[in-house]
């Protein structure tokens, strides 16, 4: 089996800046892409950013340049740096991943369980 797990995340001001983590723990022979999602509350859940395997990034546009997302393969982990933030950032923030575990023929799509992130103005 495979976990993941999502930290840091919190209240912080507006402009302020959060960092969260997400590792990934288990059966794990590789991990491909990785990212990070969000959900408000009342809405569906959006793409933030993601990250392959060999560090290509991409980005939600309303996130550029505000938010850096970066990986360290030998920890099996993802992080997501948030600057500059605002409060329509409020949102449970989830970890995704690909993972192909040891003895399975193809990768799976997990999911972490969220960290609340809040955003005051």
């Known amino acids: 089996q495979v976990h993941l797990v999502e930290s840091g995340g919190g209240l912080v001001q507006a402009g302020g800046s959060l960092r969260l983590s997400c590792a990934a723990s288990?059966?794990?022979?590789?991990?491909?892409?990785m990212g990070w999602y969000r959900q408000a509350p009342g809405k569906q859940r959006d793409l933030v950013a993601t990250?392959?395997?060999?560090?290509?990034?991409n980005y939600v546009d309303s996130v550029k340049g505000r938010f850096t997302i970066s990986r360290d393969n030998a920890k099996n982990t993802v992080y997501l740096q948030m600057n500059s933030m605002k409060p329509e950032d409020t949102a449970v923030y989830y970890c995704n991943a690909d993972v192909l575990r040891y003895g399975a023929a193809n990768a799976r799509n997990y999911w972490g369980k969220g960290t609340l992130v809040t955003v005051s103005s």
């Open positions: 288990g059966n794990i022979f590789r991990i491909y892409g």
């Open positions: 990250i392959t395997s060999g560090g290509g990034t």
